[in-house]
């Protein structure tokens, strides 16, 4: 099959630049959670332990970020052909790609259904609580999770209005966990792209052969 040469060589730049592109989306991811740990970048809120639980699962660190990275690594490192990947098969490469895949798709299907509860949930601030002898009370708590008759994200007279402190959590809890949502959409995205790709290339070994 005189096409397969070419088939495989594109695979393998496809791979080099899926690497690349997944490993940047997991510094990313990392670097947009380590914001989510420092609220209006203070650090008291980490240290007085006033932080979302969503936030302080770091999904967007292990998840979006250590497991995609490493499963960027390996892509980069058969886009290449560096090290043992130098003189891999087929089948050896399928199985590599296998294992980048679903390390890459497991991280950053954890990012994204973390992001998605963290949004629903609405973010963990100081506001008013009604106690029973008719007096405002402060606590720290999450305030939209049970509100049943409206939605925050889209009535945005709520944000300013119901967390007291820290000022602007609203904003800073939707941008940020948007952005991971985002993040993890992507990097979805670019796995099964990479999936697809290692597939095309087995194929072709075997033609060439």
């Known amino acids: 099959m005189p096409s397969s040469p070419c088939v495989m060589a594109c695979s393998r730049t496809c791979s080099r630049i899926l690497g690349l592109s997944l490993g940047a989306t997991a510094l990313f991811a990392a670097a947009t959670n380590i914001a989510l740990l420092f609220p209006n970048w203070d650090v008291t809120y980490l240290l007085r332990g006033l932080i979302g639980r969503q936030a302080m699962l770091g999904s967007g660190l292990w998840g979006g970020g250590l497991m995609v990275l490493t499963a960027a ?28 895949s679903g390390l890459a798709l497991f991280g950053a299907l954890i990012c994204f259904i973390t992001s998605g509860v963290a949004l629903k949930d609405g973010p963990f601030c100081m506001f008013h609580v009604s106690s029973f002898n008719q007096t405002q009370t402060w606590k720290y708590g999450y305030p939209f999770k049970d509100l049943h008759n409206r939605n925050y994200l889209y009535d945005h007279s709520l944000w300013n209005s119901v967390c007291l402190e820290p000022s602007k959590a609203v904003i800073w809890h939707v941008g940020f966990f948007s952005v991971l949502l985002c993040i993890s959409l992507l990097q979805i995205l670019l796995v099964t792209i990479h999936f697809i790709n290692s597939l095309l290339g087995f194929f072709c070994s075997l033609c060439e052969k």
Do not use: E, V
Request: net charge positive; charged share 5%.
């Open 73 to 100: 690594i390996l892509i980069s490192l058969m886009g290449w052909r560096h090290g043992c990947f130098s003189k891999s098969g087929p089948c050896q490469s399928m199985l590599t790609a296998l294992l980048s």
